[in-house]
């Protein structure tokens, strides 16, 4: 049976949107995700709306307003973390079928696509918390769709205020976007087709630039990491090893998929990542900007090149035998449907798919499940107590937190001074744990230190607090402890 056009795409948007679902019904009321709490925290200070309105397009701020004016119409904090995550992989689905299609893929294969960069482990990885690069790809797959339309005043003027959207959005898709602009500008003979291919990106350069120039040093800064690693080679393979983890369950239908990087935007895309991936060693560790973050974002050509390699293999197309071809072909879409179901659905204290759990070196990266946000869903309740009982004690007081812990102070502390620390190297191989800061920040402090930590844990790579913080008081597994130098 055929698969229609208009059943393809509501399929596009409802199968992953009611996928992405399945753990915010399972995590119920709390939202999954690490940034999604970040969102949360500025949605209740009400920052991004409070700015004036150049501040505000000084940042990728536009999921943090929408963000903040859905918690006012809500009255939750939390609701709408657990709204946009199913929405935004809906949407996320339906604009790469679009693009497929616009692309000439098959109605089939545009949708297996669409499902593949949503519904693999890597792109619900995605769907976990990074809703505003979502967004911004969002806006940029409607961009591919439309420069595969005809080329009217319309169609140019509507790519130009998408571009400007998705610099608004996020910094790394207006990259990739800029990147693509620019090489298939090169690529032009004459300097009106050149003009013509630039044209509708320039709203988002200029806003690029606006937001990376400081006025204070009159220079453009990108922020920049340094990764540690004992050697080169070691790095190498730690980042190699990190490709190949993300992707190797889809191997067998991406080597015979390979030829669609021969379509500008899947391979532009693909440059892009692969380059900024492995910056940190073509720059010998000097410079990275989270190099894991570009390996993530590979997801979204490697599903069309997953797609047509399913279709190649299912079609005898292959240099295989056809019966080989097909088992080939059904065995990795079972296999991805079951890592799908485990990461979904499994907690991480009971991840029993080693996949995700003991043969996961890249726990940092990639989450051991779908089913926990910065904490253990477990904890949350006596982390949100915890922090409650802290507020509420009498005279000045400061929570010294790691960001963990902070993401959910900032929505429940009301009368306590908070001090984030935010996890360190976060790119590198080599992890620190926060132990020195917590004791070198209580010092700077002239009130009542206390900070939050569980009382016996691995996570985070502090078993726990330094010896200058003292137990206090515990909420289940969940520790307050106070500093007494």
Known sequence: MRLGEDKARVLAFLIPMFVRAIPEVLSWPFPIGFDTLIYA??????????????????????LFIIYTLLYKALGDPLLPAKILGSLLTGLVGF???????????????????????????????????????????????????????PQTMMNRLGQAVLSFLTAWSHEFITVILLSYKAI???????????????????????????????P???????????????????????????????????????????????????????????LLTYLPLISMGILDILWFRWTILLVYPLAF???RGLERLMNGEAPLSRETARRLAVATLVLNVMFTATYLVLPPE???????????MYKQFIQTSMLQSCIPLRDIPPTIEAIKWVDSLPGDKTLVLHEAFHNWAQIYAKNTRL??????????????????LLVALAEKQNTTVYTIWWTN????????PPPQYKLIKTFQDIGIYVYEP
Not at 421 to 436: A, F, G, M, V, Y
């Open 41 to 62: 925290g500025y949605a209740v200070s009400e920052t991004f709306v409070r700015m004036p309105v150049l501040q505000v397009f000084k940042t990728t701020s536009l």
């Open 95 to 149: 604009t790469i079928y679009l693009y497929g299609r616009a692309a000439g893929y098959k109605p089939g294969i545009s949708l297996l696509a669409s499902l593949l960069a949503t519904t693999y482990f890597v792109g619900l990885r995605i769907s976990w918390e990074m809703y505003r690069q979502m967004l911004g790809t969002v806006f940029l797959f409607l961009i591919f769709y439309l420069e595969r339309r």
């Open 184 to 214: 298939q500008a090169l690529e032009k003979k004459y300097p009106q087709k050149i003009i013509e291919e630039a044209l509708p990106a320039v709203p988002a350069g200029l806003l690029f630039l606006y937001q990376v120039y400081s």
């Open 216 to 274: 204070s040093t009159g220079a453009l800064q990108v922020p920049v990491l340094q990764v540690a690693s004992p050697t080169p080679l070691y790095l190498f393979l730690y980042i190699t090893g990190f490709v190949l983890y993300l992707y190797l369950p889809l191997a067998p239908l991406i080597v015979f998929g390979i030829g669609e990087l021969g379509k500008p935007q899947l391979r532009d895309f693909a440059i892009v990542c692969l």
């Open 305 to 307: 090149m997953a797609a």
């Open 350 to 360: 009971g991840q029993f798919n080693k996949y995700f759990g003991d043969w996961n």
């Open 419 to 436: 001090v984030r620390i935010n996890e360190q190297k976060l790119s590198s191989p080599i992890r620190q744990n926060i132990s020195q």
């Open 457 to 464: 844990t691995t996570w985070y790579n502090m078993t726990q």
